[in-house]
């Protein structure tokens, strides 16, 4: 995914002299033909994250659409103010792309584990907030991030997460995706948790539940014509993010609910509890511990249904 990205950044810069890109500490080689391409619109300033915001807004000031790209903790909470002061409040067309939202670098521990970083994005205002469930998406999201108005925070998997939705499905920013047909229960999930939300879903058929999946990848704004459509008339709504309960994906899902007057039954919310991850290891590991792996999350679904 995160290769996907940045390639599609070269190409987009390839056919609109506006695009620049500005990265921070990405590694050797990285960007390396847009550098030599595009050498006055493709730099590379070193560990110096809350600088790159602050010169991105610069560039968007001038007439530029910069992406700007490090790791999604430093993005989000080393850079918050400039983020806020220097886009929010200005409302420039700068795009944030944070490599590893999510427990991705669980090796590396709490410090680089971006568990909130969706939460604090959607809470400013004009920030939009996208997290793409694979490559393929991420494709199709690239050119439409061109024009779209005001910031935008792009959250990353690892890279080489699996292919899950389907290669015909349109993508739209905004536009939730139907992966599965909802029956009793209907599983609500952005980013790469689509995969285990569809491996769910597969458990639960097997036992007689018929269970729906709808991928949003863009979190801020909500589809809300899209959950109006799908949710009433369910008897279990489950949310489910990589991503700290509070202030998250299915926080921001209850108060499309609720502020819209969409008529729900039960929910459940399956993420990360009120506490900062300890453990290391892998993504998978981690996801495994905080019960967001397919096989626990049908297994909370089978419980609340009981």
Not at 129 to 151: R, S
Not at 163 to 192: I, K, M, N
Request: glycine share 12%; charged share 20%; proline share 5%.
């Amino acid at each position: 995914m995160r290769k996907t990205c940045l390639n599609s950044v070269y190409e987009l810069a390839k056919r609109d002299p506006r695009i620049v890109f500005v990265g921070s500490d990405l590694g050797a080689g990285t960007m390396s033909e847009m550098l030599e391409e595009f050498p006055d619109r493709c730099y590379m300033e070193g560990v110096s994250e809350q600088h790159i915001v602050g010169m991105a807004a610069g560039l968007a000031i001038e007439g530029y659409i910069p992406y700007v790209n490090t790791i999604a903790t430093f993005m989000t909470r080393r850079c918050y103010e400039q983020v806020a002061i220097d886009l929010c409040l200005q409302n420039l067309p700068v795009r944030l792309i944070g490599s590893g939202g999510g427990v991705v670098y669980a090796p590396l521990g709490s410090t680089h584990l971006a568990t909130e970083d969706m939460g604090i994005m959607r809470a400013l205002p004009n920030m939009g907030v996208v997290a793409p469930a694979d490559a393929l998406q991420m494709a199709k999201l690239m050119p439409q991030t061109v024009e779209h108005k005001g910031p935008l925070y792009i959250r990353l998997g690892k890279g080489g997460d699996p292919v899950v939705t389907p290669d015909e499905a349109p993508l739209e920013l905004g536009r939730a995706l139907l992966l599965r047909e909802p029956g009793e229960v209907l599983l609500l999930t952005t980013g790469v948790m689509a995969q285990y939300c569809l491996d769910a879903a597969d458990t639960l058929g097997t036992a007689g539940v018929s269970c729906g999946v709808m991928h949003l990848h863009t979190v801020k704004p909500l589809d809300v014509a899209a959950l109006a459509r799908w949710v009433p008339g369910r008897r279990l709504v489950v949310t489910v993010e990589e991503h700290m309960l509070a202030t998250g994906f299915g926080s921001a899902v209850i108060e499309a609910l609720v502020d819209n007057g969409i008529d729900h039954g039960r929910i459940l919310r399956r993420g990360i509890e009120d506490r900062f991850p300890t453990a290391y290891g892998s993504q998978d590991s981690l996801l495994a511990g905080f019960g967001l792996r397919g096989d626990a999350i049908a297994e909370a679904v089978s419980s609340a249904l009981m």
